[in-house]
């Protein structure tokens, strides 16, 4: 029995040694000891310091500069700046206590307007609210375009309810700022600064101070959520988005940084439901600062203007004229008696730069253009036929700009003569009445042409640059672009309303 389990045991302590050994083996066979522990990769530690702190003292010093804006319409406006938003409370009955801070719910534009006209007497004049604030102690005071639009008269509301008329100073509708000036002698106004919007971060905080629903005074905070936020609210978008609660009401009203400084003033919001979701928008101060200074001087803004129709350089447009990346801005159409067609600026051409700065996209060109004065010399560079050069243009002004420019008069229509099939492509096309270009006739809708945005009507006015007449002249500009090693062609395209886009088309292998 001693010798049965004398055996076991160094069995045992035979297994346990290959064991020990085979586990050693594989230690070192991945050249880390057995006793040695794992390193793992650290984690991501932010050093900032730990505080416990409110925006009291913010608010407190900042309140008496914010003031509401109240806004008399002797006739009805000709938007209704009350339906900027929709209500969940438009169907409370016209005696709910509720009902005064609430407008009836339209579904407009996405504007924190906040107008409140009294549906029930189309007479009375319109009334409309929002915020604003002081810039001076003489009284100058900034809100936004869209609250004082259509505006007869002006009243500022200040934070202890004292009220003051005010006049139009000026408005600026592509930025939507406007500038009101209140006169009140022996009186010095608590008045804000601008700050710099380009220090602050996505993240760092920010207070919103309005008078959201017509409740002056209400502060809410929040972070700035993102920069550089394109809205389609004109060519110079470049808003800032915070998440501080904005409602109607806060339009004009400040963004403050934490040192008491506006960094931004509260004009949109995007919210699908009609209340506060979290995204406003908000005009950086540097744009703001700019343009109020010029409001200021002469109750109007000047801008720099080059005259033309620009589109986005993609990357299919990059490959197809053989530029290095999709940056700059492509020019669509040069308008007839512009600054630029005048300088030599033509279709086609990629603006690559302004006075040496490189231009990322067309609205980095349009924001360009505008810092400069009308009457300005500027060199822009191009890339046109394979190469950069630079044209001098002298600028015009935006501001005598007639609105009502026609574009070319749209084509008469007339029945295909017979066409034909470019193929590989998926477009039949013909010639054009006129014999200026190529009209498609047709487009197969499982074509590279067809996802690419081809369509029947559309008129193919040239091919990497080289003006076309017929389908032999289109095969011939894809030819000479293949053996220039490109993998795309570039089409310009006319609509019927005569506006011109650029399309890259893959060019098929033979």
Excluded: C
């Excluded at 047709?442 to 076309?468: H, L, R, W, Y």
């Amino acid at each position: 029995m001693r010798n049965a389990t004398s055996t076991k045991s160094k069995r045992n302590k035979f297994f346990a040694g290959v064991l020990a050994a085979g586990v050693a083996g594989a230690a070192l066979s991945t050249g880390v000891l057995s006793n040695t522990p794992a390193v793992n990769a650290e984690p991501v530690k932010v050093e900032a310091p730990q505080q416990n702190f409110g925006f009291a003292d913010v608010v407190s010093q900042v309140s008496p500069a914010v003031v509401s804006v109240r806004v008399t319409q002797a006739d009805e406006p000709s938007m209704d700046l009350s339906g900027d938003m929709a209500s969940p409370f438009g169907n409370l009955p016209d005696d709910h206590p509720l009902r005064r801070f609430f407008g009836t719910p339209d579904g407009g534009p996405q504007m924190p307007r906040g107008l409140n006209p009294d549906r029930r007497d189309r007479d009375r004049p319109s009334i409309g609210q929002g915020s604003g604030f002081f810039i001076s102690d003489d009284g100058y005071v900034v809100t936004n375009n869209h609250v004082v639009a259509n505006g007869s008269t002006y009243t500022v509301v200040m934070d202890d309810g004292k009220e003051y008329t005010a006049k139009l100073i000026g408005t600026d509708e592509r930025t939507d700022l406007a500038l009101l000036k209140v006169d009140a002698d022996n009186t010095k106004f608590t008045y804000v600064e601008f700050g710099d919007d380009n220090a602050v971060r996505v993240g760092d905080w920010v207070v919103a101070v309005g008078n959201p629903f017509g409740l002056g005074g209400s502060v809410t905070a929040g972070i700035i959520s993102a920069r550089g936020r394109d809205i389609g609210a004109g060519p110079y978008d470049d808003f800032l988005q915070i998440d501080a609660a904005v409602n109607r009401g806060n339009s004009g009203g400040p963004a403050f940084g934490l040192d008491g400084k506006v960094i931004g003033v509260n004009t949109a919001i995007f919210s699908p439901s009609g209340g506060n979701v979290g995204i406003a928008f908000a005009i950086p101060a540097s744009v703001a600062k700019d343009v109020v200074a010029s409001l200021r001087d002469d109750g109007t803004v000047e801008r720099g203007w080059l005259g033309v129709q620009i589109g986005e350089v993609s990357e299919d447009i990059a490959e197809a004229l053989g530029l290095a990346s999709a940056k700059g801005a492509i020019v669509t159409l040069p308008d007839t008696e512009t600054p630029a067609s005048k300088a030599g600026i033509e279709t086609g051409d990629v603006i690559t730069g302004v006075d040496g700065q490189a231009v990322e996209s067309p609205r980095d060109l349009a924001r360009m253009i505008a810092d400069y004065n009308p009457g300005a010399t500027v060199e822009i560079a191009v890339f046109r036929d394979g190469k950069s050069e630079t044209i001098d243009v002298k600028l015009g002004n935006l501001s005598s700009l007639d609105e009502a420019a026609s574009l070319d008069a749209p084509r008469t229509g007339g029945s295909p003569v017979d066409p034909s099939a470019l193929d590989g492509y998926g477009m039949t096309v013909m010639p054009s009445e006129d014999g200026a270009g190529v009209v498609v006739t047709d487009v197969d809708p499982d074509s590279s042409a067809a996802e690419k945005g081809f369509s029947a009507g559309d008129t193919i006015v040239a091919v990497n640059g080289a003006d076309v007449s017929s389908q032999e002249d289109i095969r011939t500009a894809i030819e000479t672009a293949a053996e220039n090693g490109r993998r795309a062609a570039l089409f310009q395209l006319k609509n019927a309303d005569g506006e011109n886009r650029f399309v890259a088309l893959p060019i098929e292998k033979s």
